[in-house]
């Protein structure tokens, strides 16, 4: 008899509809009648499912629009290197005056020649502002230089190829009869990434340059490694 009034009372709270932290609290206190604190903890992990229902369907379409971003990513690569061939290209061309005319030194050290009219930097790989060549990938190079000699009575000339601070190759004239002579050199060098090639003046040594463009730097990849 005692559990039939305790139901009814229990039913009679449900119909009444108090407030929700109310309602809560009283069918918590007749929780071995009816089992109400189990309702709303189950109404309470319902409303929790929802949210992350909505939080999965939010990640998945973040998902489907990274992997779109990816596969657009992937083509423009296969792009690029159907152009390219798959591999980098680097190529430059410069001339050491960009105006002017007139001897260039002497100078007291050996100064890097800036070759600052430049005619083509395939890569970026060539600095005007400093003359230098700084390897963006290992291979193997091409490099050419010119030298004209300065326009005097005694030729004064003297240049060389370095990397780095190896010497590698010169072109000079310190001697003659004639006023107007130039020479011109090559290398095939291997590369690592870093390293530098330039043309320098050695100290005390001159060289003449006008529009004409006699003395030029110029190189090239010709395969990686």
């Not at 604190?37 to 973040?62: D, F, H, P, R, Y």
């Amino acid at each position: 008899m005692k559990k039939i009034v305790i139901l009814m009372i229990a039913f009679g709270i449900c119909l009444s509809d108090p407030g929700p932290d109310e309602k809560k609290d009283k069918a918590c206190q007749v929780a071995d009648s009816v089992g109400s604190c189990n309702i709303w903890s189950l109404i309470s992990v319902t409303q929790k499912v929802g949210e992350l229902g909505e939080k999965v369907v939010n990640m998945a379409e973040k998902i489907t629009f990274l992997e779109t971003r990816l596969q657009n990513t992937e083509k423009e690569v296969l792009e690029l290197r159907s152009l390219t061939g798959g591999s980098p290209q680097v190529a430059f061309s410069a001339a050491l005056r960009d105006s002017g005319s007139g001897d260039i030194g002497p100078f007291t050290t050996a100064t890097p020649l800036q070759y600052k009219k430049v005619f083509s930097n395939t890569g970026n790989s060539y600095n005007p502002s400093t003359g230098v060549f700084t390897a963006m990938v290992s291979g193997m190079y091409f490099f050419r230089f010119s030298m004209f000699n300065n326009l005097a009575s005694t030729p004064n000339s003297l240049v060389s190829l370095m990397k780095n601070s190896e010497r590698l190759t010169s072109v000079w004239d310190t001697n003659g009869s004639d006023s107007n002579d130039m020479g011109s050199n090559a290398v095939v060098i291997p590369l690592k990434v870093g390293d530098n090639v330039f043309v320098q003046l050695h100290p005390n040594r001159l060289v003449y340059d006008d529009t004409m463009n006699y003395n030029t730097f110029s190189g090239f990849l010709l395969f990686t490694m």
